[in-house]
């Protein structure tokens, strides 16, 4: 490696370390590298798109007719147009 690319790397160390030891930082950092952790988690992953609450459920399933029913709406409409 060339001696600009080890100054960078080194500096980058320098301010990591310099930034985590702040104590509130450091909780920052580790927030967020458990949340990568649980959305990169597979079972997570499996329960995405399936909510438990039936009210929920519902709402999800009626939102996806109504982009349905307008896909086939305009699919018609475009239809009439070109005969027309």
């Known amino acids: 490696m060339g001696k600009l690319t080890k100054l960078v790397?080194?500096?980058g160390?320098?301010?990591g370390a310099a930034y985590l030891t702040?104590?509130?930082n450091r909780?920052?950092?580790k927030k967020q590298i458990d949340e990568a952790i649980r959305?990169?988690?597979p079972d997570?992953?499996?329960e995405l798109g399936k909510p438990a609450d039936i009210d929920d459920a519902e709402m999800v399933s009626e939102g996806a007719m109504t982009s349905v029913q307008y896909y086939n709406q305009s699919?018609?409409?475009r239809t009439h147009d070109k005969i027309s």
């Open 9 to 11: 790397g080194a500096a």
């Open 22 to 24: 702040n104590e509130e």
């Open 39 to 41: 959305v990169f988690n």
């Open 13 to 15: 160390l320098v301010a």
């Open 75 to 77: 699919q018609e409409n």
């Open 27 to 29: 909780r920052n950092v």
């Open 44 to 46: 997570y992953k499996k």
